[in-house]
């Protein structure tokens, strides 16, 4: 039977309702979700700019963000983790106040299970934290997020390998134990694959924390080494990519530094000649980290050190701090200090690759006093061998030059140090004795006695040196150095006047010319009388 109209009316009008009333409260829903995708959106768009940074803090932003990272609407979780990351990146009280809100443990929950968009966007929270002290590396840890960062590696998306590669690196970098944990948790196998992929960005990054990694420890290096990850890296100098290859230098430098064993596995990896190439990059940072890679192996053995020389290393890293100049010049010069320092071969090689003005005009004109440290460490290297190698720097003009350097008002305690220890190692070996008379005027009595002691060594045994010491006035001067009886310095002196006769000694004594004076007054007083 069929119903009344009159009810048919009463249901047509209560569906009707109904659907009016579903729709409004679905509105509701979607203008809320709506709010809250322009709200993260909005807020991690002006966390972008750093002017805006203390002004979101200010307004409570953390508090509001936390709970978005759990909002049912993937894309809104995601904005609000890159808000975070960028917030905590800013500085290390905002990344404080990430971790004080307790959102580590939420974003550790969700590297392991959500999907690939919001695992980049946790990973670079991660990485923002840790970056900024020691401390904060050690909450991430402690909050477990090794183990799920460690599985990031293992993704199919190189997005979500990149971002975990940097906050593992992040954490690493730090100190030696955080470094330990990231090996512990199994990264570096992983790390290592990661560098065989085709993503450059990847490569980049997966090196960068192997050499983060292998920078703390022997046992460190080692574990980076047992991997397999030299042979994989070392092919990559010759990459074109100069972002890579700065990597690429640091971590082979990073490794080699430790012990000879961990510098001959590089070696082994046929690094050179072709890190040479790299000392005329384009790129100064992979210039420096090519020469910090050579001075790490040098330093070791003199047989490395011959090995770095006959590859063409004295040659190209001499036009290295030819060219380069502030900090950059660094590790050059200390290369070439480390392959002096072996051999009076060595020193040699490098002194005939004309080694010695790059270093002189870093020790007179750089601005850093610990650069010019290392060029004065560096000069001493290569002149306290024999007088020949002295002789070489005395022609360069580098005793006023270290003189000027351990005198310096502002020099710094090292500095002095260092030009001091330099000058004595090569004065003690200088027979060319005209190098030295520029000292007896302008040396302190500490480095003084040096010069004279070998004015006392050479004299007695060289006729053409004792006229010219007295011709070139040298004799006058040491006459007019005081020096207290029973002294090193007078002993020295007593030697060089012992060369001569005593007439001509005492005419060139201090007060000799006022004693005639004396006598030609007594003389025509007893012809009066």
């Given at each position: 039977?069929?119903?009344?109209?009159?009810?048919?009316?009463?249901?047509?009008?209560?569906?009707?309702?109904?659907?009016?009333?579903?729709?409004?409260?679905?509105?509701?829903?979607?203008?809320?979700?709506?709010?809250?995708?322009?709200?993260?959106?909005?807020?991690?768009?002006?966390?972008?700019?750093?002017?805006?940074?203390?002004?979101?803090?200010?307004?409570?932003?953390?508090?509001?963000?936390?709970?978005?990272?759990?909002?049912?609407?993937?894309?809104?979780?995601?904005?609000?983790?890159?808000?975070?990351?960028?917030?905590?990146?800013?500085?290390?009280?905002?990344?404080?106040?990430?971790?004080?809100?307790?959102?580590?443990?939420?974003?550790?929950?969700?590297?392991?299970?959500?999907?690939?968009?919001?695992?980049?966007?946790?990973?670079?929270?991660?990485?923002?934290?840790?970056?900024?002290?020691?401390?904060?590396?050690?909450?991430?840890?402690?909050?477990?997020?090794?183990?799920?960062?460690?599985?990031?590696?293992?993704?199919?998306?190189?997005?979500?390998?990149?971002?975990?590669?940097?906050?593992?690196?992040?954490i690493a970098r730090h100190t030696g134990e955080l470094a330990q944990s990231v090996v512990d948790a199994g990264?570096?196998?992983l790390l290592v694959l990661c560098v065989q992929e085709p993503e450059l960005a990847l490569k980049r990054v997966?090196?960068?924390?192997?050499?983060?990694?292998?920078?703390?420890?022997?046992?460190?290096?080692?574990?980076?080494?047992?991997?397999?990850?030299?042979?994989?890296?070392?092919?990559?100098?010759?990459?074109?990519?100069?972002?890579?290859?700065?990597?690429?230098?640091?971590?082979?430098?990073?490794?080699?530094?430790?012990?000879?064993?961990?510098?001959?596995?590089?070696?082994?990896?046929?690094?050179?000649?072709?890190?040479?190439?790299?000392?005329?990059?384009?790129?100064?940072?992979?210039?420096?980290?090519?020469?910090?890679?050579?001075?790490?192996?040098?330093?070791?053995?003199?047989?490395?050190?011959?090995?770095?020389?006959?590859?063409?290393?004295?040659?190209?890293?001499?036009?290295?701090?030819?060219?380069?100049?502030?900090?950059?010049?660094?590790?050059?010069?200390?290369?070439?200090?480390?392959?002096?320092?072996?051999?009076?071969?060595?020193?040699?090689?490098?002194?005939?690759?004309?080694?010695?003005?790059?270093?002189?005009?870093?020790?007179?004109?750089?601005?850093?006093?610990?650069?010019?440290?290392?060029?004065?460490?560096?000069?001493?290297?290569?002149?306290?061998?024999?007088?020949?190698?002295?002789?070489?720097?005395?022609?360069?003009?580098?005793?006023?030059?270290?003189?000027?350097?351990?005198?310096?008002?502002?020099?710094?305690?090292?500095?002095?140090?260092?030009?001091?220890?330099?000058?004595?190692?090569?004065?003690?070996?200088?027979?060319?004795?005209?190098?030295?008379?520029?000292?007896?005027?302008?040396?302190?009595?500490?480095?003084?006695?040096?010069?004279?002691?070998?004015?006392?060594?050479?004299?007695?045994?060289?006729?053409?040196?004792?006229?010219?010491?007295?011709?070139?006035?040298?004799?006058?001067?040491?006459?007019?150095?005081?020096?207290?009886?029973?002294?090193?310095?007078?002993?020295?002196?007593?030697?060089?006047?012992?060369?001569?006769?005593?007439?001509?000694?005492?005419?060139?004594?201090?007060?000799?010319?006022?004693?005639?004076?004396?006598?030609?007054?007594?003389?025509?007083?007893?012809?009066?009388?």
């Open positions: 039977p069929s119903l009344p109209y009159s009810c048919v009316c009463v249901c047509v009008n209560t569906v009707y309702w109904d659907t009016i009333m579903s729709k409004a409260i679905l509105q509701v829903f979607e203008e809320y979700q709506k709010a809250r995708v322009a709200f993260v959106q909005t807020v991690a768009e002006l966390a972008t700019r750093p002017q805006n940074i203390e002004t979101l803090q200010a307004a409570g932003v953390l508090p509001l963000l936390r709970p978005l990272l759990l909002d049912t609407v993937p894309s809104i979780q995601q904005s609000a983790a890159l808000a975070l990351g960028r917030l905590a990146s800013y500085s290390e009280e905002l990344a404080e106040a990430v971790v004080t809100n307790d959102v580590l443990p939420q974003l550790v929950y969700s590297l392991s299970e959500q999907n690939r968009f919001y695992k980049k966007a946790a990973a670079f929270v991660l990485r923002a934290v840790t970056k900024h002290s020691p401390q904060l590396a050690q909450a991430v840890v402690d909050c477990g997020a090794l183990d799920p960062l460690v599985g990031c590696l293992e993704e199919f998306d190189p997005g979500v390998k990149e971002a975990a590669c940097w906050a593992l690196g992040f990264a570096v196998p997966a090196t960068s924390a192997l050499s983060d990694i292998a920078k703390h420890t022997p046992e460190l290096a080692q574990a980076v080494v047992d991997a397999g990850a030299v042979a994989y890296i070392a092919p990559l100098i010759s990459n074109p990519d100069g972002k890579l290859k700065r990597q690429v230098c640091s971590c082979l430098a990073q490794i080699a530094k430790h012990s000879v064993d961990l510098a001959e596995v590089v070696v082994e990896a046929e690094i050179f000649p072709r890190i040479f190439h790299c000392l005329k990059d384009v790129d100064l940072t992979v210039r420096k980290n090519a020469a910090s890679a050579a001075r790490e192996v040098a330093k070791h053995t003199p047989e490395l050190a011959q090995l770095v020389v006959n590859s063409g290393g004295a040659g190209a890293l001499v036009d290295f701090v030819t060219e380069a100049r502030g900090n950059n010049r660094l590790p050059g010069i200390m290369a070439l200090g480390y392959i002096a320092a072996f051999s009076e071969a060595l020193a040699r090689t490098a002194i005939g690759a004309k080694s010695i003005p790059p270093l002189v005009d870093a020790l007179v004109s750089e601005p850093e006093d610990h650069v010019r440290a290392a060029a004065a460490w560096s000069l001493g290297q290569m002149g306290r061998h024999t007088p020949d190698h002295a002789k070489a720097l005395a022609d360069g003009h580098v005793f006023p030059k270290l003189l000027n350097a351990y005198t310096g008002e502002t020099s710094s305690d090292d500095l002095k140090t260092k030009a001091k220890r330099a000058l004595k190692s090569v004065l003690e070996k200088t027979t060319h004795l005209p190098a030295l008379e520029p000292l007896l005027s302008t040396a302190p009595p500490n480095l003084l006695k040096y010069a004279i002691q070998q004015y006392a060594k050479v004299l007695p045994n060289d006729v053409t040196a004792r006229r010219a010491f007295v011709t070139s006035g040298a004799l006058q001067k040491v006459q007019q150095i005081e020096a207290s009886p029973g002294s090193k310095m007078r002993e020295f002196i007593n030697l060089i006047n012992s060369c001569y006769p005593e007439e001509i000694v005492r005419y060139y004594s201090p007060g000799y010319s006022q004693s005639l004076l004396e006598k030609l007054d007594n003389f025509h007083a007893t012809a009066v009388s």
